[in-house]
């Protein structure tokens, strides 16, 4: 099997364990993850073909759609309402 499968599932295993925590606990796993994916979509599209990194990159923005379009929205220079 190849380490970027491996990987990937570990990836997702974290992530849902994330997703169950507190929204104040989200924060550093979450930004952690979000740095991650980009490199570990590019190592999947290297092994597998261009095809799976598209695959892999809608989930990535489905999944984590809300903290990019804070981070889209602190890029233009608005002050998003963080949830509480």
Known sequence: MSWSIVI???????A??????????QFVPGVALL???PGLIIWLGYDFGWG??????LAFAS????PLKYLIARARGLRPEIPK
């Open 63 to 66: 999944m984590f759609r809300n």
């Open 52 to 57: 799976w990194s598209v695959a892999a990159f």
């Open 16 to 25: 849902t364990g994330t997703a169950l925590l507190p929204i104040r606990g």
């Open 8 to 14: 990937a599932a570990l990836w997702v295993l974290v």
């Open 35 to 37: 740095l991650m994916a």
